[in-house]
């Protein structure tokens, strides 16, 4: 990849990040700080094509869901990470985990219930937690103005999941009580 192309892609993945973590801050969803770990973080890079695969065909009619999806994954690696994660890493692929729990159109149903174990009002508004910051990831994506279905629609697609796929995790960790402390 050409190194203007590669900083592009840096500086959107970037801006996106950036943009997230202050809407999600500004609902207290987060404190401004992304809340992650190295092994949160190598999870996506095993996960990533699977989860493309699957997302990819769902990008022209239900782009939210091919987007949103990412965020689930974050928040349930995350819950993972927090309750045993001997076991969970263990798995080999986190993704089809629980994808295969129900199939890819109740990804959301899994993490929020089964994962989460959200009901009532909690499982409603992280459903539509993720709808907004989903359709605000639309926004950007669309604000770029890339070609549909090219090679670098398919790059911001990549990144923009990748950043709802941390998000995820960050809101995760920090409904689990994590937070960042200096240690003395």
């Known amino acids: 990849m050409e190194k203007a192309i590669f900083d ?10 950036s943009e997230v973590l202050k809407y999600l801050t500004s609902l207290g969803h987060l404190d ?31 782009p939210n869901v091919a987007l949103g999806w990412a965020m689930y994954v974050g928040m349930a690696v995350a819950r993972f990470w927090d309750e045993d994660w001997n076991c969970y890493s263990s798995k080999e692929n986190l993704y ?19 994962v989460l174990t959200l009901d009532g009002e ?27 279905q ?8 990549a990144r923009s999941i990748r950043v709802l796929y941390k998000i995820g995790a960050a809101v995760e960790l920090k409904n689990l009580g994590y937070k960042f402390e200096r240690c003395s």
């Open 96 to 114: 089809e985990y629980l994808r295969d729990k129900r199939g890819y159109d109740y990804l959301d149903e899994v993490v929020r219930g089964d």
């Open 150 to 157: 090219s090679p670098m629609a398919f790059h911001v697609f």
């Open 32 to 62: 401004g700080k992304l809340l992650e770990t190295e092994d949160i973080n190598e999870v996506w890079e095993k996960v990533a094509p699977s989860y493309v695969a699957d997302s990819i065909k769902e990008i022209a009619k239900y």
């Open 8 to 17: 592009y892609l840096n500086n959107y993945e970037k801006s996106l990040l």
């Open 122 to 148: 909690s499982y409603d508004e992280m459903e539509e937690l993720v709808r907004k910051t989903s359709s605000m990831v639309l926004s950007h994506i669309r604000h770029e103005q890339i070609e549909p």
